[in-house]
């Protein structure tokens, strides 16, 4: 999980990479929607949540997830509004739903995995192409071990999992397979038809 910190080298490429969530659909007689999260959240926040604020309140639907994560920002963004907005969620694993993209993914309230599915599980990082003073970046390590903590609580609580399970996929960072979540009793197996 990165810092939402900007740097010229991802605003460069913000226009020419696709979107990470597109390609919703919502049935309005059903109330039922289908929503992509896909690639990096950094630099996606907008549009994240303006994606996730166009489907009917205290609807239900399906958010596929291929994400490698980015902004945890980003990441509490979406958890708060879709618990905010009463949204009952399915999560479907389509290949990979790492680092940030755990946070939505565990605040649905069922998710679905493939065997092979991949979930990398790590501490957050802090990454800046900025020149700081050192009283700032004294500042940024005190809010970033308060972050963490109430991430991995956030991650505890929603999927539910007791904290020592989760610290050791989380400390120093693993990646975790889609039957270990199952196995967890986090997940189950997506069945296609």
Same mark, same amino acid.
């Given at each position: /999980?990165?810092?939402?910190?900007?740097?010229?080298?991802?605003?460069?490429?913000?226009?020419?990479?696709?979107?990470? /969530?597109?390609?919703?659909?919502?049935?309005?007689?059903?109330?039922?929607?289908?929503?992509?999260?896909?690639?990096?959240?950094?630099?996606?926040?907008? !549009?994240?949540?303006? #994606?996730?604020?166009?489907?009917?309140?205290?609807? *239900?639907?399906?958010?596929?997830?291929?994400?490698?994560?980015?902004?945890?920002?980003?990441?509490?963004?979406?958890?708060?509004? /879709?618990?905010?907005?009463?949204?009952?969620?399915?999560?479907?694993?389509?290949?990979?739903? *790492?680092?940030?993209?755990?946070?939505?993914?565990?605040?649905?309230?069922?998710?679905?995995? #493939?065997?092979?599915?991949?979930?990398?599980?790590?501490?957050?990082?802090?990454?800046?192409?900025?020149?700081?003073?050192?009283? =700032?970046?004294? !500042?940024?390590?005190?809010?970033?071990?308060?972050?963490?903590?109430?991430?991995?609580?956030?991650?505890?609580?929603?999927?539910?999992?007791?904290?020592?399970?989760?610290?050791?996929?989380?400390?120093?960072?693993?990646?975790?397979?889609?039957? =270990?979540?199952?196995?967890?009793?986090?997940?189950?197996?997506? =069945?296609?038809?």
């Amino acid at each position: /999980m990165t810092s939402p910190r900007n740097s010229e080298s991802s605003k460069r490429s913000k226009a020419s990479s696709p979107a990470p /969530m597109r390609g919703g659909r919502v049935d309005e007689t059903k109330r039922n929607w289908e929503l992509l999260i896909a690639g990096d959240f950094n630099e996606r926040h907008v !549009e994240l949540l303006e #994606t996730l604020v166009e489907v009917p309140k205290n609807s *239900s639907g399906t958010l596929y997830f291929d994400s490698n994560g980015g902004s945890v920002y980003t990441a509490m963004s979406l958890v708060t509004l /879709m618990q905010v907005r009463g949204l009952k969620a399915t999560g479907i694993v389509l290949g990979e739903c *790492s680092s940030a993209a755990l946070l939505p993914f565990a605040a649905c309230r069922k998710r679905f995995v #493939t065997p092979h599915s991949t979930h990398l599980f790590h501490p957050m990082k802090w990454e800046s192409e900025e020149n700081v003073r050192l009283e =700032e970046a004294a !500042e940024w390590t005190r809010h970033f071990q308060q972050l963490q903590e109430v991430i991995d609580n956030m991650l505890a609580t929603l999927f539910p999992i007791e904290r020592s399970k989760l610290d050791t996929w989380t400390q120093p960072g693993r990646f975790v397979t889609g039957r =270990e979540l199952v196995e967890a009793g986090l997940a189950e197996y997506v =069945e296609a038809q």
